[in-house]
């Protein structure tokens, strides 16, 4: 059985794309979309979907204070926010609020692919546009076990420069421990 999509964004445009792309996709199928904020009430009701992509910069309503509406009323629907943000700030709220993950508008279709299956399938996926690939290469080395110096040595830089991009991943990420770096970037998805 197909995993069932609906999508919220206020470009018609944008969301015909999506359609194509998903459409395209056999264990995908898109069940309704919208434009506003004002709709998803109704869409989730007579669609109910099994992931929303939803963009949250609307027209007419607050994207992270909808994103926690929805969790409220369909708690088991996964919420994956489509944004141009790439803040951290902004990603650890929608996360905060209910979201099973961001990916950016700008990012590929397999990628896009890969974030709704990881949610569909009840992962959560962090939010890697915050993450600049040099903090995304060290955390997959941190990740697969690999110690500041295996890591410096593979890289060519030097360890203290390591060390930095650790604390700024924990920083970033809320991330206490190199065990939480661990866990945390085995739950990334394939790039």
């Known amino acids: 059985m197909p995993t069932r999509v609906a999508i919220v964004d206020d470009h018609r445009l944008v969301r015909e794309g999506l359609k194509r792309v998903l459409d395209a996709q056999e264990d995908l199928q898109?069940?309704?979309e919208?434009?506003?904020?004002?709709?998803?009430?109704?869409?989730?009701f007579d669609c109910a979907p099994d992931v929303l992509l939803l963009d949250v910069t609307l027209p007419d309503v607050d994207g992270l204070t909808l994103i926690?509406?929805?969790?409220?009323?369909?708690?088991?629907?996964?919420v994956l926010v489509l944004t141009m943000h790439s803040e951290a700030e902004y990603a650890a709220a929608a996360v905060k609020?209910?979201?099973?993950g961001l990916i950016g508008k700008d990012a590929s279709s397999e990628r896009l692919l890969g974030a709704i299956r990881t949610v569909a399938a009840g992962r959560a996926i962090p939010v890697e546009r915050t993450l600049s690939s040099?903090?995304?290469e060290i955390l997959d080395r941190i990740a697969a076990g690999a110690s500041n110096e295996q890591i410096a040595e593979d890289?060519?830089?030097?360890?203290?420069?390591?060390?930095g991009h650790c604390e700024r991943l924990m920083k970033k990420l809320d991330i206490h421990t190199r065990a939480g770096?661990?866990?945390y970037g085995r739950r990334l998805p394939e790039i």
Request: aromatic share 0%; hydrophobic share 35%.
């Open 30 to 32: 898109v069940v309704g």
């Open 34 to 44: 919208c434009g506003t904020g004002s709709e998803v009430s109704e869409l989730i």
């Open 68 to 78: 926690a509406k929805i969790r409220e009323t369909r708690p088991e629907m996964h």
């Open 97 to 100: 609020r209910g979201a099973s």
């Open 134 to 136: 040099r903090e995304r």
């Open 155 to 163: 890289l060519g830089i030097r360890v203290k420069t390591v060390e």
């Open 181 to 183: 770096l661990v866990a």
